[in-house]
T-cell receptor, first 109, second 115 residues
Framework: GQNIDQPTEMTATEGAIVQINCTYQTSGFNGLFWYQQHAGEAPTFLSYNVLDGLEEKGRFSSFLSRSKGYSYLLLKELQMKDSASYLCAAMDSNYQLIWGAGTKLIIKP | ETGVTQTPRHLVMGMTNKKSLKCEQHLGHNAMYWYKQSAKKPLELMFVYSLEERVENNSVPSRFSPECPNSSHLFLHLHTLQPEDSALYLC??????????????FGPGTRLTVL
């Protein structure tokens, strides 16, 4: 079956760095997405990886290892506004997104 | 503002009611999606429309009926729902379906409560 695993909740301190991991098992693979969702709001796109390696975009970076079925989202210089849920989604051979349940990130001052 | 709007934002209905959810996208996209989001569960893809034709229907009960009159509008018609259908219903759009690097833009969702 197809499956995405990510931690349910993480806590970090303002100004610090946090890494949110995601492992996936899909029928075929056409890329890995990360979305951010603040409570009561729409998910918004953060990153897309299809090749192995690290993609950096400002304070946020996303890494992919296709051979390991593994990705992580790295958030640097954490701000209070980064408190949100982070959704990992892998695209299968039919170009359908298979979603994880999301990681709720709590930032403490 | 993501360019995808949904109405209503909140809906409470009884199990015998009929209601409709509306989604509109102002991005010029050709693909639209309905998702169900329940607490602490992954997003569940319900329907996909590409160029106004339904291309995906993930074993959704017939009490949910989608309609896509044009590439900018998407409806979800609801009838004889069950309490377990209570959830956040999200609409999304993308430039096209069936390709990688296909960023989806989401609306704010309709919070549905079935009594």
């Amino acid at each position: 079956g197809q499956n995405i695993d990510q931690p349910t909740e993480m806590t970090a301190t303002e100004g610090a760095i946090v890494q949110i991991n995601c492992t996936y098992q899909t029928s075929g693979f056409n890329g890995l997405f990360w979305y951010q969702q603040h409570a009561g709001e729409a998910p918004t796109f953060l990153s897309y990886n299809v090749l192995d390696g690290l993609e950096e975009k400002g304070r946020f970076s996303s890494f992919l290892s296709r051979s390991k079925g593994y990705s992580y989202l790295l958030l640097k210089e954490l701000q209070m506004k980064d408190s949100a849920s982070y959704l990992c989604a892998a695209m299968d051979s039919n170009y359908q997104l298979i979603w994880g349940a999301g990681t709720k990130l709590i930032i403490k001052p | 503002e993501t360019g995808v709007t949904q109405t209503p934002r909140h809906l409470v209905m009884g199990m015998t009611n009929k209601k409709s959810l509306k989604c509109e996208q102002h991005l010029g996209h050709n693909a639209m999606y309905w998702y169900k989001q329940s607490a602490k569960k992954p997003l569940e893809l319900m329907f996909v429309y590409s160029l106004e034709e339904r291309v995906e229907n993930n074993s959704v009960p017939s009490r949910f009926s989608p309609e896509c009159p044009n590439s900018s509008h998407l409806f979800l018609h609801l009838h004889t729902l069950q309490p377990e259908d209570s959830a956040l219903y999200l609409c999304a759009s993308s430039l096209r379906s069936g390709t990688g690097a296909n960023e989806q833009f989401f609306g704010p969702g309709t919070r549905l409560t079935v009594l």
